[in-house]
């Protein structure tokens, strides 16, 4: 065990992989001799070499391109895109390409890769430094999508999805790579070293894809979260004193259905929340989920807690972030509500 | 400012839209068009910096001189097999294209495309690979197929989608994949082969293997992002890759221009990354194989990559969804001064003195023969629509290596609908 | 009055604007001499010149960059996206520039542009000329999604779209371009000409956007469709003979809440019909909606029709297609289903 | 197959990681870099067709030479009173970032970047443009702003994110936009202008404007696909556009290579695609100023596009949020051989005779002066994070030109929860 935070983790994932298995290899823009540009690579191409972890040119339509025909070589490459921002020029071979191989191929090709890439706000980087498109890939057959929310999960997610055998995307909410943001901005953050979630093993160990975790047992409504908003849900809900189980969903597709269903069957009510713009954000999927099949377990509407739909502003980013504020509102709604 | 004229002085601008130089009805006319001769070309040593052949970016390589004879310093001196291979295997295709279109066009299934015109570039490039070099195709090399040995029934049976389809009924008619032959699974997005190509060749240089790669697209899809984040990798890490363009002329409807062609050939593309271009005459098989074999021999001794420019041209329809009268002349096919490559072939093994008229007859008949026998064949594990498909679960198969809940339960899902369509 | 099928009313709402406005062209992959694969764009070079309605390199990135371009300088660019497949080359030139050159910078800029693309399937096109992605461009804040499904609304839509002064997703579902397709495929699909819909002004009209139309009124259950989907669920509700009220949203953003949710009042059912994927379709965004406004209006689960989480097949495409079994077997659900 | 060689007799291959020269600590060697002597390169004229200019891809103009003096055909003989706007607005360019890029670091704002050493590549270039022809710059040409005469208040306000600024403190810092200058507003996302710029240009020839448009990238942008979307395009419709790359050896940490600068330069790109390409001392102000004039004048006569690549140094970090220190060596900077622009223009004027080390730093203290007061001025309406921002309903404003329903739902609910915040 070492306390880590959640970068460490990721390089200690990547580092363990890259020693395990040859064919994984590293690479994206500023990963190599830098270590990138918020030092997840970190000393990975001075112990592996530069033909294992190295910089590509500005073009994330190459990096996961070229990444698509490494797979089909054999290789297993974790490309960076340095923000999620940043990924639309990679989008199509990603969701055409990465996404379809094995479909299109009836399994003769596929693409073993794992994209790498920061996500969300909080660090007043401006609307093309803050954007959480996560919905998007969800809706693509073929695609897994994982946000950890700890350097615990950070690390055992990336190594499960590393040795998943099809793409996974990898969203690394950059406001939680130092310490567990709890939405309160004003406050200085605590470093993940205060938080036992930051003692990580050194080896291989996985976390597994499709798993959410309960990061907090209740009864009176079931708050569905991933990523940073994990933390800012759990600290409304113990500022309010309501007894929420909070779920941290890890992984987004292919969702764990039966322990959000399982929740909401006893709580009779659910929160979602999540930084992304609200219209067609993952929480519709949620909410859609969730009525489908807890309806007759329903006490109270299914609230969303988001972000706006509007670019995320660069001055007014914590009147746009879904904080303590929009958080502890539907709460106290939603447990105050009774069915008529 | 230093000088700020009033903008009514100024002369007005004015938009250049190309425009082909025939549409229907007009007489074609390719006394413009620059051919050199063949032979002509000086065949750069495979060491030469892509900076000092630059010239050769303008030029055309062809082997084939008006007479027939194979002539001057990019002549591959092959032998009579391998050029006997290749004639068969050109006629193999045509031959292919030609009936199954028909098939097409008799309702067996929904879509076909044709490379007729085009068969040297895939045929004599990959004749000139090895076999275990990977390919990355776009929809119109079948020809790579055909040279390695892929069974012609398999072929149709993904052509008619049906139930012995080895890609489960998935995949349009003719995007074929085969991993066995190291020919890459075709896609309906232009383009996106060829960064994976050059993905695909830095991984075999990073692995110290010695296998190359070679990727092949239109003249139109060029102009995709995806071709310029290819040559970029491949000139930053020096891949080892053949990249061809198959200018035949065409996109659909839209002439080469639309790409670029008025103003630089495109293998000018490649000097302008400083990567070592050719430009050849695509319906030279000759010519083809040479160029292929020179870039093929710098990639395996570390040399990097190559493009090359196939000059051809689309003698038929884009695909059995389009009808090219609507938008070019005719006589374009009928004079098309670079000829055809089955022809050429013909021409010169005859002069070569080891072909006959009658030998090609009978070639032409046994080719024929094989494709009526594998239609027959693969007719009979169904055409498309008419039932004999893949069962309902393979829809929900390789979505994802192993079946999530959410596409288990949408899988229960079909297969009721089906019980209720079709009571058992 | 002429009567028109889609192809010919889309044609007819470009001719109509290109004559009305100088400022408005449209570019695209063989849109020009050819007049389009669809034939959409038919005669419009001819009648306006090479420098109003012209063909474009095969670069869906370049077509929406160049777009953006001529909105700075002034003109109203209509581009077509040859299908809806190939769009996401131009995805960030759609999503980073497009829908946010109004907000970045503060109205200076904007991005009048339309852009026109055949969706959906049906017609044997493969897992690459199939596709329903609107659902991502409804998660894109300042973007606006339009699907017709007659010929009377494409033209109104179409031109509305135009005039709009931000920019618009004009998605057409080809598999109605000829006619009404009402799901069963075995049977010959009728053209336009014998449908009242088909009765489309000569010159200039709009059908605003944000307005959803009430295609069939009822008690029983609400139907919220869009394009094909529309008339495949009116002829199920009509061969099933369910009460139903089925709308057609016809707008996605900014979707006709009023419509929707007056409905669901009134009805206290919903079924949500699309051909996309079903993980985080619109269909998810809908049904969130819905059990957020209509909770205790709501009788019975909402329930989502749509495409499995697959790509689309070429071979089975009437399994993989929401047809009149699938829809069948919902409604009868829906409305069977007694809230206990 | 005609040869089908054992892999294992092929000798492995091996990939290519390109490495820079020099790393931290690393003593810095030039003299493997080319710089052609100042007044060598010959001047084509402007009807030149690009394939009869391809040499100069490899050339360098230049116009200042070693003694300070403008020389040979490229000199664009400027004026004095020209020469010293073009210094002073560099100066003022420079005392403004150095001023502002404190700013930052004294936590009045988030972010900023500066463009030290580059000044001559926005301002030379701004100046030889007309003043209604359209920039579409990238981060690092606030330069064309100054020569353009925005107020230094409007652009702190907008660095400052503050209650005046007119992008409604929406962008982050120096992302600014000037419709009424004609500057683009600047992306995030690298290289979105570039087709951008060509689409405007198609625009104004289309109407017969006689407008031309110039855009901006860096030479690690150049990779993305929107630059070859750009090239493509410009070539095809003959567009009256320039496009500068300014390669100024770095792209965050990674170096010229990785954009594939080992094989080409980048004006050689230009040459892929038949467009008109210069390749200048960016470094030197007369020299950038004559190759956009000669790009200007070309355009202007409607012979469509020029690429220019301007061979800078960036001399400072990327931005703030970078110390180039870890990835490479101070040295650089300092033996940089082509100079600095504005020590470079200030010789010049010296030698001249028209300007003296007391005037410049009288013009020094004067500049800051300026930049001072607009900071103070800008402060008072607010730095960012401390209260002056933005009313709460300007972040549901201009998503679209008229606020649909949820987005004036979700302004009640900012609103609502501002109310809790800080209650009135
Ligand atoms: C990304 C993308 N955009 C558009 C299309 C539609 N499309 C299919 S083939 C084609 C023309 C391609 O022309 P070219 O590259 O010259 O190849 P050819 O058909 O001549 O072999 C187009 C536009 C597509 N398949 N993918
Ligand atoms: C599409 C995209 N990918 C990545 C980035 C992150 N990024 C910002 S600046 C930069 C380096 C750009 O280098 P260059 O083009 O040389 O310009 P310079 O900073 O040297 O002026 C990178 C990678 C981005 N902003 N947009
Ligand atoms: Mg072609
Ligand atoms: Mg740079």
Not at chain 2, 288 to 294: E, I, L, M
């Amino acid at each position: 065990m070492a306390v880590m935070n959640m970068i460490e983790a990721i390089n200690s994932g990547l580092e363990t992989m890259m020693e395990r298995d040859d064919n994984v290899v590293i690479m994206g823009e500023d990963v190599g001799y830098f270590g990138g540009v918020f030092r997840a690579t970190a000393g990975l191409q001075e112990k592996f070499g530069k033909t294992r972890c190295f910089d590509t040119p500005i073009s994330e339509c190459g990096i996961i391109g070229a990444a698509v025909g490494m797979c089909a070589y054999g290789l297993r490459p974790v490309p960076e895109i340095q923000f999620a921002d940043y990924i639309y020029p990679g989008m199509d071979q990603l969701i055409s390409e990465a996404a379809r191989l094995r479909y299109r191929s009836a399994g003769e090709y596929t693409a073993p890769m794992t994209v790498r890439s920061p996500v969300g706000g909080g660090i007043f980087g401006g609307q093309t430094h803050s954007q959480s498109p996560e919905a998007m890939f969800t809706h693509v057959s073929g695609l897994k999508t994982v946000i950890p929310s700890t350097p615990y999960d950070a690390k055992g997610l990336l190594i499960a999805s590393i040795e998943d055998n099809d793409p996974v995307l990898f969203l690394e909410p950059k406001r939680i790579y130092n310490g567990p943001f709890t939405g309160y901005y004003d406050n200085p953050v605590s470093p993940w070293s205060k938080f036992a979630e930051s003692e990580v093993p050194e080896g291989h160990y996985t976390v597994p894809l499709g798993k959410a975790k309960i990061v907090r047992e209740g009864d009176a409504v079931t708050v569905l979260a991933y990523g940073t908003m994990v933390h800012v849900a759990k600290a409304v809900v113990e500022e309010h004193g309501i007894d929420a189980e909070v779920i941290d969903l890890r992984t987004l597709v292919p969702v764990d259905i039966e322990t959000i269903e399982a929740s909401v069957r006893k709580t009779g009510r659910c929160l979602i929340v999540h930084e992304a713009t609200r219209t067609s954000g993952f929480g519709a999927e949620l909410s859609a989920l969730v009525q489908e099949r807890c309806f007759y377990h329903l006490e109270a509407p299914i609230e969303r807690v988001t972000g706006f739909d509007t670019p995320y502003p660069h001055s007014l980013e914590w009147a746009y972030f879904p904080g303590p504020v929009r958080i502890g509102e539907a709460l106290e709604k939603i447990v105050r509500d009774l069915k008529s | 400012m230093a000088d700020e004229k009033p903008k009514s002085n100024l002369p007005p601008l004015s938009l250049h839209v190309p425009e082909p130089n025939f549409r229907p009805g007009d007489t074609v006319d390719y006394s413009g068009l620059e051919i050199p001769a063949a032979g002509a070309q000086a065949r750069p040593d495979i060491n030469t910096k892509p900076k000092d052949m630059r010239d050769m970016v303008d030029d055309m390589i062809r082997v084939l001189d008006d007479d027939h004879a194979a002539v001057g310093p990019w002549d591959p001196k092959l032998d009579d097999e391998t050029l006997l291979k290749m004639l068969r295997t050109m006629v193999q295709v045509r031959t292919f294209d030609d009936r199954l279109h028909r098939q097409q066009r008799q309702g067996k299934t929904s879509f076909y495309m044709k490379c007729t015109g085009e068969e040297a570039t895939s045929v004599a490039a990959a004749m000139a690979l090895h076999a275990d070099d990977m390919c990355f195709p776009s929809y119109r090399q079948q020809g790579i197929l055909f040279v390695r040995g892929y069974p012609l029934t398999e072929m149709v049976n993904q052509i008619f989608s049906n139930k012995a389809d080895k890609l489960k009924g998935r995949q349009l008619p003719i995007m074929y994949s085969s991993r066995e032959l190291n020919f890459f699974t075709v896609s309906g997005n232009l383009t996106t082969q060829y960064p994976q190509a050059v993905g695909w060749a830095m991984a075999s240089a990073s692995k110290g293997d010695s296998r190359i790669a070679a990727v092949w697209c239109g003249e139109g899809s060029t102009a995709e992002g995806d071709f310029h984040a290819a040559m970029t990798f491949a000139a930053v890490y020096n891949a080892p890759v053949i990249m061809n363009i198959v200018n035949n002329q065409w996109a659909i409807s839209s002439f080469s221009g639309f790409a670029g062609a008025e103003r630089a050939t495109f293998a000018a593309r490649g000097a302008g990354y400083g990567i070592a271009a050719l430009r050849v005459d695509g319906n030279d098989p000759l010519a083809v194989y040479a160029a292929t074999r020179w870039a093929a021999e710098r990639a395996r001794t570390n040399q990097g990559p190559t493009l090359i420019e196939h000059f051809t041209y689309r003698a038929e329809a884009h695909s059995t969804s389009d009808d090219p009268t609507a938008y070019r002349s005719a006589q374009e096919r009928e004079e098309w001064p670079l000829g055809d490559p089955i022809n050429r072939l013909n021409k010169h093994l005859i002069q070569r003195g080891v072909w006959s008229d009658e030998q090609q007859e009978a070639l032409d008949a046994e080719c024929l023969e094989a494709v009526k026998e594998a239609v027959k064949e693969a007719a009979k594990n169904g055409i498309l629509g008419h039932g004999l498909h893949q069962p309902f679960e393979t829809m929900f198969q390789d979505v994802f290596e192993e079946m999530p809940w959410h596409l288990k339960e949408q899988a229960a899902q079909a297969n009721k609908e089906r019980e209720i369509k079709w009571p058992s």
